[in-house]
Structures are given as C-alpha cells and as structure tokens.
C-alpha cells in the first residue's frame, strides 16, 4: 500500500498569514504525461470532507484562489496564501494511484 | 443541483449485517463510478470500496474484503454497501462519493452527508 504522511498534524496560524500543509507519499504519484495522481480535501467541523484540489494542482470547482497545490517529486504541498476564519478544520492528502486509495493522517488548522 | 443522500445507518451487535444506501441525483449516474469512506470516531478518513459505473468492477480494502459487497442500481441511481460480520471496528461514519476515471477524473467532487453504523453488544 501506498504510505501518505503529512506534517505538520497541527498548524495555528493567524488570520490574513500563509499556512502550508505538506505530504509526502511513500512512492511515486505519476499516472501519465506529468499528471500526479493526488487530491487535497478539506473537512470542517461536522461537515463531510470537501475538495479542494485534484491531481495535485488543479483547484476543484469553486474553490476560493488562495488555495493553490504544487509537486515536487513525491512532495506534495497545500498552501493558503492568506488564511481566512472558514479555513478552519482538518485537511487531508489522498493518493489515488492505486487502490487501496490511502489517506494522510490529516491536519488541524486552527486560528490563533 | 449533484446531491446524494446517505441513509441506512444504525447499531448493529457484532456479527451482523447491515446495508447502506446512497441515493443520487442531479447527474447522469451509470457515467460516475461510486465511492465509500469512512471514518471512525474521532479518527481520519479510510477508503473502503469503489464500484465503477456499469458495476462490473469492484474494488475493496482489504480491511472489509469478503465481508462487504457493493453494489449498484443504475436505474434507481442508488448504490449500496452490504456489511456483514461487522466487527467492533467497523463502526465509523461512512460517506459515499462519486467521481469519473481517467481523463474525466476531477477528484471526489461529491460527497453525502454521512450515515453513522455502531457495532456494539
């Protein structure tokens, strides 16, 4: 199976700052023709989980544009470029290369 | 208006059976292959199985292989989750999502809202 490990598993930021998840795959991602086979969802406080990107750069319809994702090799980065109050809850990578798809531990994202 | 509606949930003692139901509309539904995930109290989210759109395909985690069984009915736009010998660890809030393959892939835009399963004597 394919190992998703993500840091940090909990991040405070302020409002209006930059907040950066990571999440590191235990193979590679690549399905064909450069595409990584990784999406990025967020879940808020008792609500089901929610996508933000898909194949690790490509913002999910409706999604605000200070979320944005990025790859280097089996590095894969989530950056809000100014956090705002409704980014709360937790944030997970999932790989779907390959079944089993498998999930990062996830990330809590609180406002300081 | 995509929705789809999570239904099916309850407690359940170890050793039983139990089916889901995730009900869709607002899109055509033999093009989306469905998704379940769950996720255990307090925990993270854990893929469980897949079924593509014709239902031909199925795929599972090995954690549920032979004793969960998805299935689907193109023509009520439903699919389902047929759980048996459930076990103590099984109980979590299960969620199903639908998405296309290949290039139509634009990850798990859809989710339900969730239907919770207890397995506890």
């Known amino acids: 199976d394919i190992v998703m490990t993500q840091s940090p598993l909990s991040l405070t930021v302020t409002l209006g700052e930059p907040a950066s998840i990571s999440c590191r795959s235990s193979?590679?991602?690549?399905?064909?023709?450069?595409?990584?086979?990784l999406d990025w969802y967020l879940q808020k406080p008792g609500q089901s989980p929610q996508l933000l990107i898909y194949?690790?750069?490509n913002r999910a319809s409706g999604v605000p544009d200070r979320f944005s994702g990025s790859v280097s090799g089996t590095d894969f980065t989530l950056k809000i470029s100014r956090v705002e109050a409704e980014d709360v809850g937790v944030y997970y990578c999932m790989q779907v290369l390959q079944t089993p798809w498998t999930f990062g531990q996830g990330t809590k994202v609180e406002i300081k | 208006e995509v929705q789809l509606s999570d239904s099916g949930g309850g407690l359940v003692q170890p050793g039983g059976s139990l089916r889901l139901s995730c009900a869709a509309s607002g899109f055509t539904f033999n093009n989306y292959l469905m998704t379940w995930v769950r996720q255990a109290p307090g925990e993270g989210l854990e893929w469980v199985s897949t079924?593509?759109?014709?239902?031909?395909?199925?795929y599972y985690a090995d954690s549920v292989k032979g004793r969960f069984t998805i299935s689907r009915d193109n023509s009520k736009n439903t699919v389902y989750l047929h759980m048996s010998s459930l076990r103590a660890e099984d109980t979590a809030l299960y969620y199903c999502?639908?998405?296309?393959?290949?290039?139509?892939?634009?990850?798990?835009?859809?989710w339900g809202q969730g239907t919770l399963v207890t397995v506890s004597s």
């Open positions: 194949l690790g750069s």
């Open positions: 193979q590679s991602l690549l399905y064909s023709q450069g595409i990584n086979s």
């Open positions: 999502a639908s998405y296309r393959s290949g290039s139509n892939y634009r990850g798990l835009a859809y």
């Open positions: 079924i593509s759109g014709s239902g031909d395909n199925t």
